[in-house]
């Protein structure tokens, strides 16, 4: 990469890409940008595709929407959360799952510019303490087991952010005021963790 050739970054996913509950400049996806920046490396204002509430089927359907212009140096896939907390069985889920991993290869140059996260640990938060904590628990656990084997199996990178999610139910300043989603401190736990296995993908 050069100054004249900047890095384009695509991010895909839902509530946790877009980051719900804090400011644009503090969720991970743009903390990653300014710690790129500020490490000499040129990037573009990534391009990011998630909303709050977002499944698969709706981030699928909003892909298509955008319609992005590939290639991009890198892609990032964090989606599930919601198609957990609406009850979808793991069997359901996989195939969605993997179909949004192959939508994402193909806007990456090859498999290893593709990170894939895994899905956050929502149950320990006020909210999810709030909603069968113990069900969602034991799906999210499955789900997250289909998450890296698929990744595994396409052979992109993982960074698994749901530790630094489970730190929550002993310190309560990493949820966000409305005691679901990451506060800024939670994003920079998860920027810890993907900013090296981005470096890597990037080089």
């Not at 996806?29 to 698969?56: H, Q």
């Not at 290869?105 to 929502?122: H, I, K, Q, R």
């Not at 990744?151 to 993982?158: C, K, M, P």
């Not at 960074?159 to 966000?176: H, N």
Request: include cysteine; charge should be negative.
């Amino acid at each position: 990469m050069t100054e004249t050739t900047p890095a384009h970054v695509l991010a895909l996913g839902d509530s946790y890409t877009i980051g719900t509950g804090v400011d644009p400049d503090e969720r991970w996806v743009s903390k990653l940008a300014d710690r790129l920046r500020e490490d000499g490396e040129s990037v573009a204002d990534p391009v990011v595709i998630a909303e709050n509430g977002w499944t698969t089927d709706d981030l699928d359907g909003a892909i298509s929407e955008h319609d992005p212009d590939g290639p991009f140096d890198l892609v990032t896939l964090l989606i599930g959360a919601n198609n957990c907390f609406q009850a979808e069985p793991p069997a359901t889920f996989e195939p969605k799952f993997r179909a949004m991993l192959d939508r994402a290869l193909g806007f990456a140059p090859d498999a290893e510019s593709v990170v894939v996260l895994t899905v956050p640990d929502y149950t320990l938060t006020p909210v999810g303490q709030e909603n069968d904590p113990a069900e969602h628990a034991e799906r999210l656990v499955r789900y997250n087991e289909i998450v890296r084997e698929a990744a595994r199996a396409a052979g992109t990178r993982l960074v698994d952010v749901v530790p630094p999610s489970k730190r929550v139910a002993d310190d309560g300043s990493l949820v966000a005021g409305d005691d679901l989603h990451p506060a800024p401190a939670q994003h920079d736990l998860w920027l810890e963790r993907i900013y090296p296995t981005v470096g890597a993908a990037l080089d």
